[in-house]
């Protein structure tokens, strides 16, 4: 039995762009906990942790604009 895939009829938004979407929230959910590591990290004086957290954070951030940014071209068109 092959198992039908959802390619937009279900939710009205194709793969692709449902793929955009949950990439950006991801990272974007990804910046928020990386803030909440690297607090940890400083309340526990480990600056070196809490700086990899920092550098993790602000990679979902730039992931998360591409995202949008990406999105938003391929929505315009």
Do not use: P
């Not at 929230?25 to 803030?35: D, K």
């Amino acid at each position: 039995m092959v198992a039908h895939e959802e390619t937009g009829q279900v939710t009205g938004t194709k793969d692709k762009h449902y793929n955009i979407i949950w990439f950006t929230e991801a990272c974007l959910s990804n910046a928020l906990r990386m803030e909440t590591y690297a607090k940890d990290a400083e309340r526990d004086g480990d600056n070196e942790l809490a700086d990899f957290f920092r550098r993790a954070q602000e990679e979902s951030r730039k992931g998360a604009e591409r995202g949008k940014e990406l999105l938003a071209a391929r929505l315009a068109k």
